[in-house]
Structures are given as structure tokens and as C-alpha cells.
């Protein structure tokens, strides 16, 4: 800015600006201003071409690190936690480096994102490994070296048994914790609803007998020493994932108060804070759940038992935006349609349930600046072959045009990092940005865009 304009006089009527909170990242951060910032810089630096570049993802490393620093913060006073962070959100090598650097450990729940936790550099005591379904190689691997494991269900907790006799004296250096449903019910996304009466994950606490069953198992096992539970995802309220933390750290406290001795060390309260699709403002956040955490399960604060969390999507969605250009536009039924790049193979829940997952659009000019027209109901649509790819629609957004631009919002988890493979679309490169002081965005490259020549050899070509 080359003439600075004086500065404003406070408005004696309006209340004074609230102090910025330090327990939450600053709303810059994750506001239209930075992102349109990074979108000029990705198209002046080629990485969005309308020929070359149709679509690419961007995670801004700023924006994370804030995050993980509110994270940190809510919890200062839990003594001893571990926050990991939940792979299945973001599983690319360079995004779990980055969260590694910034102190987190990490979940994982395959072999492949156990692998990619190991290429991270992640040490095996800062691994998490949960899954409903773990083969006795990974159970294995886990064990001999010392990756965290969260047992699902009985067959689980007599294979790790078989495993550890195995072992003999060489034992195992891995906490090992059981996974138990509180069965506090669901949230308004069925599918994201974890500790439901029927739910496929974890030993149901209310179900006949599995209380007893489960304090006999730690009884006769020295070496089962922590309690899992994650509550459920996007759509679950605060009060319900507390409430089933609540459970959980009841269960643990009966368990070690039966057995008279402090058998359980430990609670895994998974992850789950939803994320707010409908805006910027980062809400819930992680001092909200805290509160909320301290009310109903204070013991979690106390000293009493180690932490661990598993937080994924808040860590990332909102620091992430998918950028793809405008291919063409019609006109279908009397309502526009913008035929873009961005469709299923980036946004798979959008896609196959847009009542669920909403997602904000904002649209932009070729060189990525806001567009500010008139705002008109209109078709956003991916490229593939069937009806139902559109990551909008009937939408109010200025009226788009062939070469402009348009951005998903809030992506930066579960989205684009995590591609389908529907029409042989290629998976797209996502970035990662860095803002300097002076305003100079510095890219890294987070994945390499697929190529042609990369689907051929995968499939057989
Ligand atoms: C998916 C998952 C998480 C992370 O959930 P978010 O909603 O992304 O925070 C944590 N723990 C377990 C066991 C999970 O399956």
C-alpha cells in the first residue's frame, strides 16, 4: 500500500474489540482475504493453468500450525497428553511431517497409514494403531515396535494374547488399551455416528455381561492398561462426545477402584470436534470441548490418567481450499450449469450426500480474484460421467464463466487428499503455502499431480 489512510478513530458508541483469545488461532488465518492471496500466487506461479493445472488442492502450513498450537493450548492443564492426529484425514507424508514437527503423534488404522506415519518419521511410542479389523501381521509389526494399540473387540484381545505368549520374555513396550461404545447414541450424520447401540466399532459397555467380561480382562492381564473411545465424527454435539468420554473415564475409574490398584493409566479420547462448514469462524473449538470435557469428566484434568486424543478433521478442513477452473457453462432447465474439474473424484461425500456435506463455494476470476457480480442459483458440476457429480447446487454465486475459477472450501481434510478413482480422473497435485510477513506465499509440494503414465501402470496399462 503506497498511501497508508490515517487511522480510524474508535467509535466511542461501539464496544471496545474484544481482546484477541489466546487460546484461539487468529481469524485471519482462515479468512477470504489469505486465501485469495494464495489462489493469485498459485495461478502466477503456474500451479493452476487452464491448460496444464485444471485442479489442485491447497493446504495453507500457516493455518495448521495455528491450529495445532490452539489444540496444544486447550489442553495444557490435562497433564501428560499425547495429541495424535487421525491419518485418515490428511495421509500425505509431507502433511504428517508437518504435524510432526509441530509436536503431534499420530493415529493410523492400515498398514498403508501406518507406513505413511513411519515415512513421516513419526517414533512407533507416538503412534496410535485403531482399526476394527487388524491382521495379526499388522498386530505383530504394532507390538515388536511399540506402536500404541487400541483392541477392538474379544477375537482381537485373544489374538494379542497369542501374540504376547509368542513373544515371551521379549514382552512389548506398546500401550495397550481396549476400545469400549458407550452407546450414548448418534449424531445428525448416521454414518459418522460411532457409539451407537449397533455400532461395528468397540466392546459395547451396556450390552449383557461386557462390564464383568471387561474387568476381567484387565484383572487377569497386567499389560491391558488403557481405555479407548472415540464418540463419533462430523455432526455429533459437544455434549455427546463428552458424554461418552464421560463413560469411558467412569469405566476406568470402577475398573481401578474393583481391582484395587491403578490398572488403568490411561484414556484414548479419539477425536470427533466437528468443523463449521457454513462459515470461517473456526467453531467449536477445541476450547469449547475442554469446557465441556472439564464439566463432565474432570477426572481427564486431574492428573489421574495419561491423555491421548485423535482430533482429524479440525486440524485440517479449514485450512485447506480445492481450486479448479470452469471448463464451460450452460444452461439446463432454465438454471445455469458450470462444468468444472472439481467433482467426485475430489469431493466423494459432497457428491454422494450433499445433505450431509455441504460445501461453501467461492468463485473467482481467471486470475483468481473474488468475482463480485450478481449473485445467480446455478449448477456446479464436476467432470464425471453421471448426473449426480455437482459439488453445488442451485447456488447463488456470481454468474461464472468458461476460465474462472472456483474454490471448495474448507477441504483440507477427508476432500481432496483423499481422491476416488471414479472415470479414471487423475488425482490432482495439492501444495502446501506459506505466507511470509511481507505477503510472499511460498509453495511446497505436498503430492505430485498423477499421471497418465501413473494410471497406466496401476491398472494394468
Ligand atoms: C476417524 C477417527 C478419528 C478422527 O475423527 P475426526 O472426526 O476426523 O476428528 C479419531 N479416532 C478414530 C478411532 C477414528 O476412527
Redesign the pocket.
Known sequence: MTDPQPAAQPDPALPAPAPADPFRPDPALYGPERRERILRAAVRDGLLDPEDALLAGFVDLDAVAATVDSLHRAFEDAGEVLHTF?A??NSLVPVLRHLRDLGMGC?V?SPGEFAQALAAGFAPERIVY??PAKTRAELRLALELGVAV?IDNWQELARVDEILAERGAAGTRSRIGI?VNPQVGGGSIGA?S?ATAHSK?GITLADAGNADRLLAAFRDRPWLTWL?C?V???GCPLDLMAEGVAAAVGFARKTNSELGRRQVVGLDI??????NFDGDEVSPGYPDYVGRLKDRAPALFTGEFRVVT??????LAKSGFTAAYVEYTKTSGGRPVALTFAGVQVAARTVFAPDSWPLRISAHDGTGAAKHGEPVEQDVAGPACFAGDLVAKARPLPLLEPGDIVVLLDTG??YTSTPFGYNSLLEPAVHGATVAADGTVRFSVLRRPQTVEDLLARTGG
Open positions: 487421525a485418515k484425514a493415529e488404522a485403531d482399526s487400541n476400545r459418522m460411532t466399532f479407548h472415540h463419533g465424527s462430523q479419539g477425536g470427533g470436534l466437528p468443523v485423535e482430533f482429524g478433521r479440525s486440524l481434510a477427508y
